[in-house]
């Protein structure tokens, strides 16, 4: 949603926290006070778009 808001709707980063202000849901750390930096933050994160990452990596080394 967030995302979508903020590509597709154009709405800025200000207006996403103050949506999010308006319906309150909580933050990560229980909160219901959405600032900017916490949109910017997630609108940062790949995850929260959608985009799978993995942290595993292939070192190329192991099994044979």
Do not use: C, H, Q
């Not at 808001?5 to 319906?23: D, H, P, Q, W």
Request: aromatic share 8%; no cysteine; charged share 30%.
């Amino acid at each position: 949603m967030i995302f979508d808001k903020y590509t597709v709707e154009g709405l800025s980063i200000g207006a996403v926290a103050r949506l999010l202000r308006e319906m309150a849901p909580p933050t990560r750390k229980r909160v219901t006070r959405w600032e900017r930096s916490v949109v910017w933050g997630m609108l940062r994160n790949p995850a929260y778009k959608g985009t799978p990452t993995s942290t595993r990596r292939k070192s190329g080394r192991g099994k044979t």
